[in-house]
Each structure stands twice: as C-alpha cells, then as structure tokens.
C-alpha cells in the first residue's frame, strides 16, 4: 500500500492579526470610533485627508499597544517613528497608510498556547500600530461602488508571527489565545463577525526532510476563528495536491470562501506594489518614558496565565475548572468574588461552570449581567454545603427564584419556597437520638405511660436543631423512636 502523500509534508504557517484597538477616538484625529454608525458620519478633515490638515497621535493607543506587548512578553520599543505605506486605493483618502515599518511599538515576544496538554510558544516577529482604511462596499445588481470612511484612520494594532505554527489547531489555539488576551487587557473586543479581529493567514508546505520553506500563500477573509483553520487546511491540502501533481505553487495572496470551505485566488504578488515605505514627516518621533512605561506597567490587570496559576495553586481547582474559569476575565473575577465569602472554592466552580453558565448561554451577555450577584451566590453555595439545602433544589429551585428576585436572601428563598432540608429525616433522627440518650429518665415516664412528656422532648429537638426541624416530621419521628425504646 503507498503511504499517505500527506504525511511527507509539514506545513509552516505565520499569521498576521489586525486588531482594533478600544479607543473613543481615531489613531490621528478626533472622530468616533463607534462601530455600526451610519456611514460617514464619523468622518473629520484629518480622515478624509483634506489638504492642509495634521494627523495627531492618540496617546491612548500607544498605551494599549504596550499592553498587549506586555502581555506577550514582547520587547517595547522606547522611540519609534511612524511610516507612509504608499498605495492607492478607493478606501484611502491620502493615498499611502500610516503605519510602522522599521520600528514597531513591539518587538519579539511570545504567545503560550496549550495543545492536547502540551505547551508551545508561538514566537512573535513585531506588534505594530497602524491605521485602519475606509471600506468599499459593492452594491449588488449595480456598477456602483460605495465608500464609507467612518473605519479610516481607526486604530490597530498588527500582531505578526513568525512562521513557526506547525497545524490549523495550533493556529486556531494561537487566535483563542490572542482574543483572550485582548479582552482581557481591554485592548480590543475580539470580534471577529464584526472585524475587530482580522486574521491573515501565511501558509506553506515542504517536505519533511526539506531545509527551506516552501513558497507561501496568503489567504484572507475568515470571519471566525473556526474558518481560519478551515482555511488553512484547505490550503494545506491544496498545495499538498499541487506538488504531488508536481505543479508549482505561486505565492498569491487568496480568499476563503466559507460556503464552499476552498480558497481562490486574489492576486498574484507579483502583482503587488512597491510600497515605498518612508518615515511621515507629519508625525513626531515618539518617546516611551521609564516612567510612562512604568505606568502602564502598573495598569495591566492580572493576565490568564497568572490567574490560571492562582486558581490551581490557592484555590485549589482542577486545571481544566481553572482554564473553564479564565476563559474570560469576567468569569474569573466573578469566581474571586464569590469566594471572598464562601471558602468552598471548588463547590462555587461548580456552580459557575454548571447553574452559572446554563444561564448565560440562556441569553445573557457575560456573567457581568447575572441579576444574582457573587455574594448571593456564596451564600447560596454555604446553604448547600451546609446540607441545609439539597443541590438539586437549590440549582433548580432557589437559583431560578433568585435570578428573578435578586434582591432576597437565599435563606428566605429557600424557606419561602419551603426547601430548607430539615425535613428530612437524616438530619433530624441525630438530634432526636441524642435527646432521647440525655433524658433516660423522661423516656421512662413516658413508656410508663406519661405521653404529655412528648412535648418536652419536641421542644428540646426544636431548640437543638435550632428551630429549623419540621415540626410534623420530627413529631412523627420522636414517637416512631419512644416506641421502638
Ligand atoms: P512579506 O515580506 O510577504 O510581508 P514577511 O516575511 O513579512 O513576508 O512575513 C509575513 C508573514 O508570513 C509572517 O507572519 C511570517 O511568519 C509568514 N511567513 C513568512 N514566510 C513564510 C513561509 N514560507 N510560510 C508560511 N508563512 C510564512
Ligand atoms: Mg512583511
């Protein structure tokens, strides 16, 4: 039997990812940023390029970036210059992009991924900042071509990797991670249905024995995390086709087509233009000050990885509860704030891992928009565990009740809904046993007859069992116990 032709190969993947930093305001000027407004309406001179205006550099940006760079573990550049990147296009007022050819704000740097419990590092090449372009939209049945500026001159910054993802899981890890990353530092909010995360990707293939890369192709267009490594193992496959029919692969850029799952091809690099990158005389050099840096330093919130450590090591969780939990910064500071009132680390897991998010995929947004707030939550959780209420009840009962009247005490809720535990027997026959062994004496009276004693021996269970024993079952219970005496 011949050998699968795949296994000969290995695939070598870079990726560029262009996030949309969460500013009010544009990279060089004060318009919205605002997604989803009528189109031009956030336009000024500066981003439709009249003559005569200046661009201004956005402070706030720079910062955002630093973070990211931080996070990364990248080197952050202290003096950086920005760059015209020369082309025309529709969408491009001034006719060249700003952005950073020689010195990105971020260089270096690696991004963690886990992949079937092994750990990898995807190297970074830079994090550069730049500006977005206006969009064209082609109105369908028609010649027309429309332009919105409303996107031109939004911030970015542009994540690069150097080529060492090996798979289209690797690549789809790296991009979980990245969006992870950037919502947890309030850089970007990592939506990719509406473009605030855009991912290019670099693929090529070669022989495994092969000491050079293969030619690589780019392809664009995925909206999802998912189509990414759809497309990359398409293009995959299609190169593979392409040398076992020993055709030559041209470096192209391609677009993914989702419906169909295959590239085509946009253009050919050839075809490409000569940017002709120089440094805009526009835009002073920036200077990233040891006390600036320090500040932005000293605003970074506690990364995933950190957390991650934390929720094993001081809480105690399993990894996978631990990863379940910092998914997002939200569920994770959620989880700390339940357990500034309830010790049972791993009962409150549970409850945000089960209960907790039936209800957020229920319809809400994150765990930030729970009526029930985490010190309910643990109060609900020492209910539990202190057996006072079943779990089932309480996740099926109470919890409900409270979403709807976050305002109550689960205790009140639980003994308005008539749930509290102590109707069950187990709880109650200890505290029966031991009433009856402390009063040898009153249980004689009684076998002799004297049955009026009953109702001291229910008041003693009553006060013992802090008055939380159902009264008609304990009543019932104490005579079951005098008469097998
Ligand atoms: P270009 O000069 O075309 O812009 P770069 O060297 O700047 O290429 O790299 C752009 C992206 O392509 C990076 O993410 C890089 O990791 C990736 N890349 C470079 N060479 C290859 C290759 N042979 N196969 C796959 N990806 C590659
Ligand atoms: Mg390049």
């Not at 990592?190 to 070669?206: F, H, K, T, Y």
């Not at 055709?247 to 419906?259: C, H, P, V, Y």
């Not at 169909?260 to 990233?288: A, H, I, Q």
Request: aromatic letters at 8%; charged letters at 25%; hydrophobic letters at 35%.
């Amino acid at each position: 039997m011949l050998s699968n032709p795949v296994s000969k190969y290995t695939a070598v993947i870079g990726l560029e990812v262009h996030a949309q930093l969460l500013t009010e305001s544009k990279i060089f000027a004060s318009d919205a940023t605002a997604y989803g407004s009528s189109p031009n309406t956030s336009i000024g001179a500066i981003s439709l390029a009249h003559p005569g205006t200046l661009p201004k550099l956005n402070r706030n940006v720079v910062e955002l970036a630093i973070r990211m760079g931080l996070a990364c573990h990248s080197g952050i550049s202290r003096f950086m210059i920005f760059d015209r990147k020369n082309y025309f296009y529709p969408d491009l007022p001034k006719g060249y992009q700003i952005t950073q050819d020689r010195t990105p704000i971020c260089k270096g740097g690696f991004v963690r991924i886990n992949l079937d419990d092994e750990e990898k590092q995807i190297q970074l090449n830079r994090i550069h900042l730049e500006e977005d372009a206006g969009k064209s939209m082609h109105v369908e049945g028609t010649d027309d071509t429309w332009v919105d500026f409303n996107r031109a001159g939004v911030p970015l910054i542009e994540i690069v990797t150097e080529p060492v993802i090996r798979s289209s899981s690797e690549a789809y890890a790296f991009l979980s991670e990245v969006r992870k990353l950037v919502r947890y530092l309030d850089v970007c909010d990592g939506n990719m249905e509406e473009g605030s995360l855009r991912c290019d990707a670099n693929v090529s293939v070669m022989l495994k024995e092969a000491t050079e890369f293969g030619k690589k192709v780019e392809i664009k267009n995925m909206n999802s995390i998912r189509n990414v490594q759809r497309a990359i193992d398409a293009e995959i496959e299609r190169q593979i086709g392409l040398l076992e029919r020993g055709e030559t692969i041209f470096s192209e850029t391609r677009l993914f087509n989702a419906d169909t799952g295959t590239t085509c091809s946009m253009r050919t690099k050839e075809e490409l233009n000569d940017y002709r990158y120089f440094p805009d005389p526009d835009l002073s050099p920036v200077e990233v000050s040891e006390a600036w840096l320090d500040e932005i330093k000293a605003s970074m919130p506690a990364l995933p990885d950190e957390l991650l450590n934390k929720f094993t090591s001081y809480y105690k969780l399993p990894p996978y509860d631990a990863g379940v939990l910092t998914e997002s910064r939200d569920m994770a500071e959620y989880f700390e704030e339940v357990c500034k009132h309830t010790q049972h680390y791993k009962a409150a897991s549970n409850w945000l891992m089960g209960p907790v998010k039936s209800a957020l995929n229920e319809g809400l947004r994150t765990v930030n928009d729970l009526p029930v707030s985490p010190s309910t939550l643990a109060q609900l959780i020492e209910l539990v565990e202190s057996a006072k209420v079943s779990f089932s009840v309480a996740s099926q009962k109470v919890f409900p009740e409270l979403m709807t009247n976050p305002d109550k005490s689960p205790l009140e809720t639980a003994q308005q809904l008539n749930v509290l535990q102590t109707s069950n027997e187990d709880s109650i026959l200890p505290i029966i046993d031991s009433v009856l062994t402390d009063f040898p004496d009153k249980v004689l009276e009684y076998k002799r007859g004297k049955k009026g004693i009953l109702a001291m021996f229910m008041g003693e269970v009553m006060k013992r069992s802090k008055g939380k024993a159902d009264p008609k079952v304990a009543n019932q219970l104490i005579q079951k116990k005098l008469e097998e005496k």
